[in-house]
């Protein structure tokens, strides 16, 4: 069965620290990754992707991804993290671009403190 | 990416009634998706709008409850009927771009008493 799972419920990080969400998935074709970023009261917001080519993406926000399939993985990183990160993040995967059904990570809650 | 106008951004209703929840994109789409998001919970599909047939809803879901309406390629409807204290949510509407994934709009904030 396909499956997105965030490890981590939440997260606090100090301002300026390092950030590593971790992000694994069960999927049985070639997938599609994604990172979202949700604010408080506000919409999703899509921080990165990855459909092929290089594992290593670059998202806005400074964010970055790594895709690892020999793990499954697709962790999303940042190397100082902003008071204006604390957000609620969701790993998503799907089958392809087109595809209407995408399964989300149940999200890592992110607190910034000072 | 398309850009979402999702509207009301937030609501409190009375159990028993309805709400429509509007979702408007700025540039002809095949398919609009409705998400909803329970409090503290990931995003649960709700159903796959394609403009001039009925919905599509995933588990869960059935017309009478949520029906939507897609009259044309940039627009469309989510109503939740006879509400309850179990339909405060977050409700989103989606399209889905070439390479883009899912755009979302701002969500509907959903509190029913």
């Known amino acids: 069965a396909q499956s997105v799972t965030q490890p981590d419920i939440h997260i606090t990080v100090s301002e300026g620290a390092s950030l590593e969400l971790r992000c694994n998935y069960s999927?049985?074709?070639?997938?599609?990754l994604f990172w979202y970023v949700q604010s408080p009261g506000q919409g999703l917001q899509l921080l990165l992707k990855y459909f092929s080519g290089d594992t290593l993406v670059q998202g806005i926000k400074g964010f970055e991804a790594e895709f690892k399939r020999s793990q499954s993985s697709f962790n999303l990183r940042k190397p100082s993290v902003h008071w204006s990160d604390a957000a609620e993040y969701f790993c998503?995967?799907?089958?392809?671009?087109?595809?209407?059904?995408?399964?989300f990570g149940t999200g890592t809650s992110l607190t910034v403190i000072p | 990416s398309a850009v979402i106008s999702q509207k009301p951004s937030r609501d409190i209703c009375q159990r028993g009634t309805s709400l429509t929840i509007q979702c408007q994109v700025d540039s002809q789409v095949t398919m609009m998706f409705w998400y909803r998001q329970q409090p503290g919970q990931s995003l649960t599909l709700i159903a796959t709008?394609?403009?001039?047939?009925?919905?599509?809803?995933e588990s869960g879901f059935v017309i009478d409850k949520f029906p939507i309406s897609r009259p044309n390629l940039t627009f469309s409807t989510l109503t939740v009927s006879n509400m309850s204290p179990e339909d405060s949510s977050i409700y989103l509407c989606?399209?889905?771009?070439?390479?883009?994934?899912?755009?979302f709009g701002s969500g509907t904030r959903l509190t029913v008493v």
């Open positions: 999927y049985g074709a070639t997938p599609y």
């Open positions: 998503a995967v799907g089958a392809s671009n087109t595809g209407n059904q995408f399964y």
């Open positions: 989606s399209v889905m771009g070439y390479l883009d994934g899912y755009t």
């Open positions: 709008a394609n403009q001039g047939s009925e919905a599509t809803y």
